[in-house]
């Protein structure tokens, strides 16, 4: 699976922004979930957003009621609506396609998101 992260940039605290992952046609496998996940400086990689082939969702505390996950499965998109960002909400956000048959994770190439405080 070939996926395309963007949509990152500089925000100022509070702004928002919505990140987008492509997965290239013909390579998507299904049923998949996909997931977002973000690794700032100096930390661990976290998980913040899955939404699964039939639109469950779950949310990291840390963006439950700001972050939103969606996707529209005929263009091969998941959506990362993020509002009220903070200044702890710096990273590199990465969109994680999962193919379910097999449990193989396919990595996209990582946005940055700025947030100014």
């Known amino acids: 699976v070939q996926l395309q992260a963007s949509g990152g940039g500089l925000v100022q605290a509070g702004g928002s922004l919505s990140l987008s992952c492509v997965a290239s046609s013909g390579t998507i496998r299904r049923p998949n979930s996909v997931s977002w996940y973000r690794q700032s400086p100096g930390k661990e990689r976290e998980l913040i957003a899955s939404?699964?082939?039939?639109?469950?969702?779950t949310y990291d505390d840390s963006v439950k009621g700001r972050f939103a996950i969606s996707r529209d499965n005929s263009k091969g998109t998941v959506y990362l609506q993020m509002n009220s960002l903070k200044s702890e909400d710096t990273a590199v956000y990465y969109c994680v396609h999962v193919d379910l048959s097999t449990g193989y994770n396919y990595w996209g190439q990582g946005t940055l998101v700025t947030v100014s405080s």
């Open positions: 939404i699964g082939s039939r639109g469950t969702i």
